[in-house]
């Protein structure tokens, strides 16, 4: 019988894969330690991520021996899940790699990013390299050996953006021979084929089995089955003014890659950036939020909730309480204190953990 709170050390010994680097947007990366150590000594197996993002917490629960369930609206941070949670063995070969990497005389390859972005996010050589790269990795078969190096180019895509972001049209800033007070230009001018490498072998390196049947899923939170022992929520964060994190606008580029035989049907080209037409949210919507965290926390009453959130957000902490306390009868409030994530000024909003049992 296992020991509530075991960790990896003690549940798999030779450990030692890691989660990968991440330039993300509200990634829980860095407190995943933290998060997992408030939840440690709960009674619960079954484990469900209903906001994935990068997969970071998922991730830490898999490394302590929880059957975890990986699930985000967005298909792009779908293949994240799939790589690094529901994979447990397969691994994309050097051999792969280069495969990858090179223009094939029996493949079409179509010129959309070329003919679309152009003088938005890369140059017209890196766009080309974006098209060729797509096009062979849809030619991979295995679904794991696909998400692993979708991940790779996503993650080669974000680190070679200014503010690692697709919000506005910007590639003048890297190519401008200015003094810059933030960036780093070398970062931007390296290779997309030496980032991808190099995130393909963290992604490899992040590949472990801990023995559980770990799945990843694509759908609303709303949609998924309420059968597990314990949901971890950590929606999109609205700020007191009414601002919230939409995450398509911000990463739609790697979101169209995900449909690129249809990408252009979904563009809203009146702007000139050409993102993702708006898909409206409750999550992002601040008159619509609080309904959403009721019928959420409804739906999964039965389970543990936890609930990741901003002290200064809306909803405010002191509704978050109110709104768990309609169906659970004991609410632990814990506060990591200060901590600022990229991009943010509000360096006195806290980041707190709600938890429901």
């Not at 390299?129 to 991979?140: A, F, H, P």
């Not at 490498?197 to 990843?216: H, I, K, L, S």
Request: aromatic letters at 14%; hydrophobic letters at 35%.
């Amino acid at each position: 019988m296992r020991r509530k709170g075991l960790d990896q050390l003690t549940l798999f010994p030779n450990l030692t894969a890691r989660f990968p680097s991440t330039r993300y947007q509200g990634s829980k990366g860095k407190l995943a330690d933290w998060i997992w150590e408030q939840i440690a000594g709960l009674d619960f197996t079954t484990f469900l991520d209903a906001f994935g993002g990068t997969g970071a917490v998922g991730y830490r629960l898999k490394r302590a021996g929880k059957h975890v369930t990986y699930n985000d609206v967005l298909r792009f941070n779908y293949y994240f899940g799939l790589a690094l949670i529901e994979n447990s063995s397969v691994r994309l070969g050097g051999e792969e790699v280069e495969w990858i990497l090179q223009r094939h005389n029996d493949l079409a390859y179509p010129r959309f990013v070329q003919d679309t972005f152009k003088e938005i996010y890369f140059t017209q050589e890196e766009n080309a390299w974006i098209d060729q790269t797509i096009t062979n990795l849809r030619q991979i078969a295995d679904p794991y050996k696909f998400a692993i190096a979708f991940f790779a180019l996503c993650q080669a895509c974000i680190i070679k953006r200014p503010y690692n972001l697709f919000h506005r049209k910007n590639l003048y800033i890297r190519l401008a021979d200015v003094e810059r007070s933030f960036g780093n230009k070398v970062t931007w001018d390296r290779p997309f084929e030496a980032w991808l490498r190099d995130f393909v072998a963290e992604a490899n390196a992040a590949v472990f089995d801990n023995g559980r049947p770990n799945r990843a899923l694509n759908l609303d939170a709303l949609q998924v089955p309420p059968e597990y022992d314990l949901v971890y929520v950590d929606t999109p964060y609205i700020s007191n003014r009414g601002v919230a994190v939409d995450y398509l606008s911000f990463y739609h580029f790697l979101e169209g890659l995900t449909m690129y035989d249809e990408w252009g049907k979904h563009i809203d080209r009146r702007s000139k950036h050409h993102p993702l037409r708006t898909r409206p949210s409750e999550w992002t919507d601040r008159r619509r939020i609080r309904g959403a965290f009721d019928r959420l926390f409804r739906r999964y009453r039965d389970s543990i909730l936890v609930v990741s959130y901003r002290s200064d957000g809306i909803p405010s902490e002191s509704e978050l309480v109110s709104l768990l306390k309609r169906y659970k009868s004991h609410v632990r409030v814990e506060h990591f204190g200060p901590y600022k994530y990229v991009l943010s000024r509000n360096s006195r909003s806290r980041e707190i953990l709600l938890i429901g049992t």
